[in-house]
């Protein structure tokens, strides 16, 4: 079978609509990474210790399991106690998790590369907690994370491609979909790659200029 | 409710199937590491070029996408692959491709003296490589190659997507035969995370091993 053009233009449109939805899918999956790690990383270091380890072996927990299955479980376990969401939601809240607790990591070594000094100053203006951490901590934490936080983005929009599992109508759903009528495979599935291929290689430029932007971590 | 054994077999059964493609899967991935994280340093530009490109192409688009590749494209080509067959080779060339920039990495941060030092002793490119520079690098690389393969046991559940009856695929089968959701879901979920816990024991465990007598050496 060969390489037709003709084909190609004629699947285009119904490709982009599953590109906006891949794109949607990875902007709400990482806001809520962002919070969700946020999240972890200030519960793990919570002074009460039952609060601190049980979240700790939860994204323990949640690193070392497929995404695939997390999906799963999100979308069918959850409706059998009650809680329906639509394939998207399920999907977002599933990248979102999932991420999160790689962000976590993140949010983690950078909060514990602020140097103790500016602890102490904090306490020396008699800020309080919620404060320290609003005007002190994290201002200074969060521009060195940035890169290594666009990296997981990147990493979780490659992932996308598994909330067609769960029925999410996204680029690989789409490209499944549109082969499967015309029993064509060659072209939807390589444009997909060379999607995300074009992508990812454009993210690397990103990445390179948020690092010579934000990132000083070898201080 | 009261074949539960029978489903927990079936599961097992999947489980199995989980820990063959993870082990093939690493062989692939290690040895594709090993010949472009090697190929990425060496001296001759076409070699670093094909290096290069192996790794940033497979490490740009996902595993998903690159599974469905092989399995439904690669037919056309005049190679028609098994789901087990396909399975091993997305997961290692992927993961290959991520191990690869490790084992550059450690090689490189081999410290100068050591190359200094092979020249002195002169010993070849190869010799150099051979008794000096890797013997250290291998520690280097061994905790994140653990990461790795715990990346490659997540990485697994997909091909339960192209009817590889894994782990995840038995779960599927279980929850359309009894309609129950939380047991099976919950199981698959542990045992990926026991199968997780074991990779991290037992890379810790190798990684003592090989430290052994090389206390003082390293900084």
Known sequence: MEWDWNFVWEIMPTLIQGVKITILATVLGSILAGIVGLAIA?????????????VGWFAEFIRGTPLLVQLYFIFYVLPDIGILLPPLVAGVIGLG???????????RAGIDNVPR??????????????????????????????????????????????????????????????????????????????????????????????????GRIER | MTQWSGYLGLILQGALVTIELTLMGSVLALVMAFLAGMGRVSRFFIVRAIATTYIEFFRGTSI???????????????????PLQAGVLALGLNVGAYAAEVVRGAILSIGREQYEACTALNLGRWQGMRHVILPQALLIMLPTFGNNAIELLKATSVVSLISLADLTFQAQVVRSQTGSTLMPFVSVLVIYFALALIISWGVRSLERRMARGLDGVRV
Not at chain 1, 44 to 52: K, Q, W
Not at chain 1, 97 to 107: D, F, R, S
């Open chain 1, 42 to 54: 200030l519960a793990r270091r919570s002074p009460n210790r039952t609060v601190s380890r049980n």
């Open chain 1, 97 to 107: 998790l999932h991420y999160g607790t790689y962000t976590a990591e993140v949010y």
């Open chain 1, 117 to 214: 000094g500016q602890w102490e100053a904090a306490k020396a203006c008699n800020l309080n907690g919620r404060h320290t951490w609003t005007h002190v901590i994290l201002p200074q934490a969060i521009p060195p994370m940035i890169p290594a936080l666009a990296n997981y983005f990147i990493a979780m929009f490659k992932e996308t491609p598994l909330l067609s599992a769960i029925t999410v109508l996204e680029l690989m759903n789409q490209a499944k979909s549109v082969a499967n009528t015309y029993y064509r495979y060659i072209e939807p599935m390589t444009l997909v790659g060379a999607f995300f291929l074009v992508i990812s290689l454009c993210s690397v430029v990103l990445l390179r200029w948020l690092e010579r932007r934000y």
């Open chain 2, 64 to 82: 998903f996408v690159q599974l469905f590749w092989a399995y439904f494209v690669l037919p056309f080509a005049g190679l028609s692959l098994t």
